[in-house]
């Protein structure tokens, strides 16, 4: 008989954009004049920079010839890409990274959901709230936590982000050997300063634990005194892996590349007390399940960092953080306390109210979708989510539509 993987079976059910999607439906039917403007999902609207079009233009005509044809490339990447990855992303910022310590992928969730499977079952994981739910579900498949109850999952320890740490999470009070974090951060927007990452990685260190730090929107950084990178803290080599992603900062959602850095530094025990590098077993992995992204696609990922390419991703990441920036300044004036939009494309908004309630009143009175916190984890109850990835026209036009609602 064959029988599944019962863990599945504690997942949650998605309901979060399932219920938007039919609340929105719901709406446009009994309003089918009104323009409904999603400000709802992280999801990039601007056509990719011209830099890695044309780029992987050339890389489509190299594979149509023969002598320039090219089928299986290297799993990790090509080191044209990794290359200029340690060296622009890394190296420029004073983080000594080094090439062969890059894993080239086709995004950044399969990345920190597949991670996951290098450690064992009895780990203690400590999982951001809110979060981006793919850390969380992966953990659940994975048969590391117990049923869902009150909102959470046993087993896990939550780290709450809240106004009260300003939405960076505290260390842990009971110890955590697996610890995911996220800045700038999904859903919330904020950041972290190089003092609050450094007692994350001097707990790590401390505590034999390993840090998982995605940095899927390191690109929308506009205060300099922030870490871009965790290697930019002393001893995180050793301690931390990171992620990073083309989607958000080229406009890649649908053309797919991201990379993994495992430092070869960075180790895990095995049951004897022996440490063992995550490196080598990151690379048995990648290489066993993975089979590389397309030439054309690292061609045009290669082009970021191109002067043109530097230039053409600034100002695409210019243009959101220009929509966010609007987005504070009307929220503000409306009387609401918010964080990020800054540093990041969301705008994390305290509506003083039930998170669903804020919803339908947007949806109803203004034809906005935003999405509700509570999606994101217990801690999101009473926000919602403003994504800047709109045109500015239309984030213009649902501002002043949110004006005349609430007035
Ligand atoms: N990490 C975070 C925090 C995200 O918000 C997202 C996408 O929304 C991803 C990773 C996924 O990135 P990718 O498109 O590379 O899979």
Redesign the pocket.
């Known amino acids: 008989m064959i029988t599944i993987n019962e863990h599945y079976l504690k997942l949650q059910a998605s309901y979060l954009f399932s219920d938007i999607a039919r609340r929105v439906a719901t709406f446009q039917q009994n309003n089918p004049e009104v323009e409904v403007i999603k400000l709802g999902i ?1 999801d990039v609207t601007r056509p990719l920079p011209r830099a890695c079009i044309e780029a992987m233009h050339r890389a489509v005509e190299e594979m149509g010839a023969e002598p320039t044809f090219r089928g299986y490339g290297p799993e990790q990447g090509y080191a044209f890409l990794r290359e200029a990855i340690a060296l622009h992303d890394f190296q420029a910022r004073g983080a000594d990274i080094q090439a062969d310590e890059i894993f080239v992928s086709d ?4 990345d ?1 959901g597949n991670i996951q499977e290098l450690f064992s079952q009895d780990i203690r994981v400590a999982i951001p709230d809110p979060v ?1 739910p ?1 850390y969380l579900d992966t953990n659940v498949m994975a048969g590391r936590t117990g049923e869902f109850a009150h909102g959470r999952y046993q087993g896990i320890v939550y780290l709450d982000s809240t106004r009260e740490n300003n939405f960076v999470p505290s260390l842990p009070a009971e110890p955590v050997d697996l610890i995911y974090l ?1 800045f700038p951060n ?1 859903p919330t927007g904020s950041t972290i300063s190089k003092a609050e990452l450094k007692t994350w990685v001097d707990y790590a260190r401390a505590n034999k634990a390993l840090i998982l730090f ?1 940095a ?2 390191e690109i929308f950084i506009r205060d300099e005194s922030l870490p871009h990178s965790i290697y930019e803290i002393e001893g995180a080599k050793e301690v931390a892996l990171e ?1 990073r ?4 900062s080229a406009g ?2 649908g053309t ?1 590349c ?1 990379y993994t850095v495992v430092p070869k530094e960075c180790t895990a025990f095995d049951r004897n007390g022996n440490r063992q590098l995550l490196h080598s077993l990151w690379n048995r992995r990648h290489c066993t399940k993975f089979n590389g992204v397309s030439y054309p696609v690292q061609r045009a990922a290669e082009a970021v960092y191109s002067e043109e390419g530097r230039m053409q991703t600034r100002e695409l990441a210019d243009y959101y953080l220009q929509n966010a920036a609007s987005v504070r300044r009307e929220m503000q004036a409306l009387g609401f306390s918010l964080v990020g939009g800054e540093n990041a494309p969301y705008v994390w908004i305290d509506g003083g109210r039930d998170s669903w309630e804020f919803f339908d009143m947007l949806l109803n009175k203004a034809g906005v979708v935003c999405t509700p916190g509570a999606g994101f984890g217990r801690c999101g109850n009473g926000y919602i989510r403003i994504s800047a990835f709109n045109s500015h026209e239309n984030v213009e036009k649902a501002l002043q539509r949110i004006r005349q609602a609430l007035s």
């Open positions: 992280g995004g950044a969730k399969c920190t981006y793919v996220c999904n995605d899927a929107y992620f992603s083309y989607s958000k890649f959602t797919r991201a």
